[in-house]
């Protein structure tokens, strides 16, 4: 490769912005002299979670919600749309860039828009099994289209070039070992860890049905490791510091991890998390058996992935408004047979896709 422009947009949730992270760290590596553009929203998640340094440029585009909103918020979303077409052409008219690859968030949609309208190249990552309306939209006038698992290929139009790549991890992850796991947490090896987490966003149910029955697994001799988001990090905290001191030594709470998610998973027997993307990748490569908890109130993207993973023995799936009642027996049932559990490790090892990101990047 020669050193040319490439545009990334990526947004939305981690799992839209972290398969696009783990693209670019593949493409560093095989081809350093290539500039890189990001281009997000102005107020996504992908601000927060996408490290500024690395990058030729970092912009934004405007862009908004048409699908599952009222009449006027559709108005208003498709003159942003516009103007993000708009913004996305000025971008690729100044830097000319060779490709654009997406993933997924708003931000995508007026990007590619732009810069096809400008005619440049189009490849597009889907991260969910079931792809989102606007990125089978894209797909039309895409290069290519990639995808975690064959049976994605069924959402699109006949003639949409689909191939299936896996799900692209970060090095963070892919290093990632139990050993440096339970030193980090400071764990004891004796012990079964179970871990809760609700992806990049949180997830308020899985917290609070944690925090319902954490004192039943505590008591069963359980190590939990329990990842909040934000949003409840300050019940999560008054909630540990009402337990007993022996209760609070293996009682490990976090609001978020970012480069230490993959020695949070390579500590876990056990999984209890909702069904984004990510899901596809990481559960798979950690070989790790799952309790899967589908967010109730979106399209049923997280459902697919979930049943996905069930109909392959790596996972069951437990409906959000099931938690409460269903949540400690599951738990109990799965850890307290190592057959079925190393079963479901088998099967979610036989999942997995290695060397996503590098296939990509090619």
Same mark, same amino acid.
């Given at each position: 490769?020669?050193?040319?422009?490439?545009?990334?947009?990526?947004? @939305?949730?981690?799992?839209?912005?972290?398969? $696009?992270?783990?693209?670019?760290?593949?493409?560093?590596?095989?081809?350093?002299?290539? $500039? %890189?553009? #990001?281009?997000?929203?102005?107020?996504?998640?992908?601000?927060?979670?996408? *490290?500024?340094?690395?990058?030729?440029? #970092?912009?934004?585009?405007?862009?908004?919600?048409?699908?599952?909103?009222? !009449?006027?918020?559709?108005? @208003?979303?498709?003159?942003?749309?516009?103007?993000?077409?708009?913004?996305?052409?000025?971008?690729? /008219? !100044? =830097?000319?860039?060779?490709?654009?690859?997406?993933?997924?968030?708003?931000?995508?949609?007026?990007?590619?828009?732009?810069?096809?309208?400008?005619?440049?190249?189009?490849?597009? =990552?889907?991260?969910?099994?079931? *792809?989102?309306?606007?990125?089978?939209?894209? /797909?039309? #006038? $895409?290069?290519?289209?990639?995808?975690?698992? *064959?049976?994605?290929?069924?959402?699109?139009?006949? @003639?949409v070039r689909v191939?299936?790549?896996?799900?692209?991890?970060?090095?963070?992850?892919?290093?990632?070992?139990?050993l440096t796991a339970?030193?980090?947490?400071?764990?004891?090896?004796?012990?079964?860890?179970?871990?809760?987490?609700?992806?990049?966003?949180?997830?308020? /149910?899985?917290?609070?049905?944690?925090?319902?029955?954490?004192?039943?697994?505590?008591?069963?001799?359980?190590?939990?490791?329990?990842? /909040?988001?934000?949003? +409840?990090?300050?019940?999560?905290?008054?909630?540990?510091?009402?337990?007993?001191?022996?209760?609070?030594?293996?009682?490990?709470?976090?609001?978020?991890?970012?480069?230490?998610?993959?020695?949070?998973?390579?500590?876990?027997?056990?999984?209890?998390? !909702?069904?984004?993307?990510?899901? %596809?990748?990481?559960?798979?490569?950690?070989?790790?058996?799952?309790?899967?908890?589908?967010?109730p109130h979106a399209?049923?993207?997280?459902?697919?992935?979930? +049943?996905?993973?069930?109909?392959?023995?790596?996972? %069951?799936?437990? +409906?959000?408004?099931?938690?409460?009642?269903?949540?400690?027996?599951?738990?109990?049932?799965?850890?307290? +047979?190592?057959?079925?559990?190393?079963?479901?490790?088998?099967?979610?090892?036989?999942?997995?896709? *290695?060397?996503?990101?590098?296939?990509?990047?090619?």
């Amino acid at each position: 490769m020669s050193s040319e422009a490439l545009f990334i947009a990526a947004g @939305g949730t981690g799992g839209g912005i972290y398969p $696009a992270l783990s693209v670019v760290e593949a493409l560093r590596a095989r081809a350093p002299q290539l $500039a %890189l553009y #990001f281009i997000g929203s102005k107020a996504g998640i992908e601000n927060a979670l996408v *490290p500024r340094q690395g990058w030729a440029g #970092f912009h934004s585009v405007q862009s908004g919600a048409l699908h599952g909103v009222g !009449r006027l918020k559709q108005l @208003g979303s498709s003159l942003k749309i516009a103007m993000g077409t708009w913004q996305a052409w000025r971008l690729a /008219s !100044r =830097y000319r860039p060779r490709a654009l690859f997406l993933t997924g968030g708003w931000a995508t949609f007026p990007t590619a828009l732009g810069c096809w309208l400008r005619g440049v190249p189009i490849l597009v =990552y889907v991260p969910d099994i079931e *792809p989102a309306l606007g990125v089978r939209v894209i /797909s039309r #006038f $895409a290069r290519l289209v990639l995808t975690p698992v *064959p049976e994605s290929a069924a959402y699109f139009r006949r @003639g949409v070039r689909v191939e299936a790549v896996g799900y692209p991890l970060r090095r963070a992850l892919l290093s990632a070992d139990r050993l440096t796991a339970q030193a980090r947490f400071q764990l004891d090896p004796e012990r079964q860890t179970l871990l809760v987490f609700g992806g990049s966003l949180g997830a308020r /149910s899985l917290n609070n049905a944690l925090s319902a029955i954490l004192p039943e697994l505590l008591a069963d001799g359980l190590q939990v490791l329990h990842i /909040s988001g934000q949003a +409840d990090w300050e019940a999560v905290q008054a909630r540990r510091a009402a337990l007993d001191s022996a209760a609070q030594a293996r009682y490990h709470a976090f609001a978020y991890l970012h480069d230490e998610m993959g020695l949070a998973l390579a500590a876990a027997d056990l999984v209890v998390c !909702r069904a984004g993307a990510s899901v %596809l990748g990481e559960l798979t490569h950690f070989a790790l058996p799952s309790i899967l908890v589908p967010y109730p109130h979106a399209w049923r993207y997280q459902k697919v992935n979930a +049943d996905w993973l069930v109909a392959r023995g790596a996972a %069951l799936r437990l +409906d959000d408004a099931h938690l409460m009642s269903h949540l400690l027996p599951t738990v109990r049932a799965l850890l307290s +047979d190592p057959g079925r559990l190393e079963a479901m490790r088998q099967a979610a090892r036989r999942a997995a896709v *290695p060397n996503a990101a590098q296939r990509i990047a090619e």
